[in-house]
């Protein structure tokens, strides 16, 4: 019977684990993609300033918008969040248990 029931707290554990982990794993594809683009960009720079022939130090010219700040990478606040409540009720879960084993 024990046996049964811790298995349940790890299950719900790892639920937990993996619900806030998932948007973290997903912003590695993103990060991949993004610096695929990059390298492509500079690539062609390069193809254009070659082309060029005068300078090899072509200034990058702005097309009038600008690029939205790259994310830190950290988990998001909602997740941490999630998984704090989720270990107090699992910690809440497993003292209630031992109270009432006791009894």
Do not use: C, W
Not at 15 to 22: G, H
Not at 46 to 61: L, N, R
Not at 63 to 89: R, V, Y
Request: net charge positive.
């Amino acid at each position: 019977m024990k046996l049964k029931r811790i298995f349940v707290v790890f299950a719900a554990v790892a639920v937990m684990v993996a619900t806030a982990a998932a948007p973290a794993m997903a912003q590695n594809a993103d990060k991949a993609a993004k610096k695929a683009e990059r390298q492509a960009a500079r690539q062609a720079q390069k193809a254009a300033a070659g082309a060029g022939g005068a300078s090899s130090k072509a200034v990058p010219t702005s097309g009038g918008t600008q690029k939205a700040l790259p994310s830190s990478g950290g988990m998001p606040i909602g997740n941490i969040a999630l998984l704090g409540a989720g270990a107090l009720l699992v910690g809440g879960g497993i003292l209630h248990y031992k109270k009432s084993a006791v009894s």
